[in-house]
């Protein structure tokens, strides 16, 4: 069943998608934009979504995500609860559910669970990836906050998860390494005038969206014309 009449928006998730450089200097979107634009158009069509549900790396985020909401407040002495479903906001361009909200301390923290140590982030550098920075910005934006976190975990993986060939020194914290040596954050400020721009491209892609949904309509109601 199709959503094309509800309005598209652009995901938090997404918003590093659309924010990438194009190559020509006369294009409004780069091809990992207009891919991503794509896929928003698809959903509203036919309401279906691309589910990376599939990859490993996603079955352990959404497997492990409440472990890691209590490693961080383990570590930094919290008590948050996981944001409910309903808690959902968009301002008519974005729209985004983030994982944890600490009030007392005014900031947005989002969960990410590393696939193994290999892969989990030894510094601040390297867990701020410029795709999460994107994502932390909408979030602040939505959600009225001066600072987010993105908060890397490093959690056992679930035993399903794992194939015969993957090294269970990978995948399993020894437990004489400190909570506190689990966690990497980045820590991200909110900045006013990145937002505007972030905004303004959201904006103009969403219109695309719609542009690009009245092409599809009128290109296949010729068909029947």
């Known amino acids: 069943m199709g959503t094309a009449g509800r309005r598209a928006m652009i995901r938090c998730s997404s918003i590093c998608k659309i924010m990438t450089n194009p190559r020509s200097k006369g294009e409004e979107f780069s091809e990992t934009a207009k891919s991503a634009m794509m896929e928003i158009v698809r959903e509203q069509l036919f309401g279906v979504r691309n589910s990376l549900d ?11 995500e409440d472990l890691g909401v209590e490693l961080y407040n383990d570590v930094f002495m919290y008590n948050l609860k996981k944001l409910p479903a309903d808690a959902r906001r968009d301002n008519g361009i974005i729209t985004g559910e983030p994982d944890l909200i600490a009030t007392r301390s005014n900031k947005g923290v989002d969960i990410k669970v590393a696939w193994s140590l290999l892969t989990f982030p030894l510094t601040e550098e390297m867990a701020g990836k410029k795709d999460y920075e994107w994502q932390a910005r909408g979030y602040m934006c939505l959600f009225d906050v001066p600072e987010w ?22 995948h399993y914290i020894d437990a004489a390494i400190p909570l506190h040596h689990r966690i990497t954050i980045a820590r991200f400020t909110r900045d006013m005038e990145i937002e505007k721009a972030m905004l303004e491209k959201c904006a103009k892609a969403n219109e695309w969206i719609k542009n690009a949904i009245k092409t599809f309509t009128i290109e296949h ?5």
Request: charged content about 35%; proline content about 8%.
């Open 54 to 64: 599939d990859v490993k790396c996603i079955q352990k985020g959404k497997l492990c």
């Open 221 to 225: 109601d010729k068909y029947i014309g």
């Open 149 to 170: 976190e993105i908060a890397y975990c490093a959690i056992d993986t679930p035993e399903e998860l794992l194939k015969p060939w993957d090294d269970p020194a990978h």
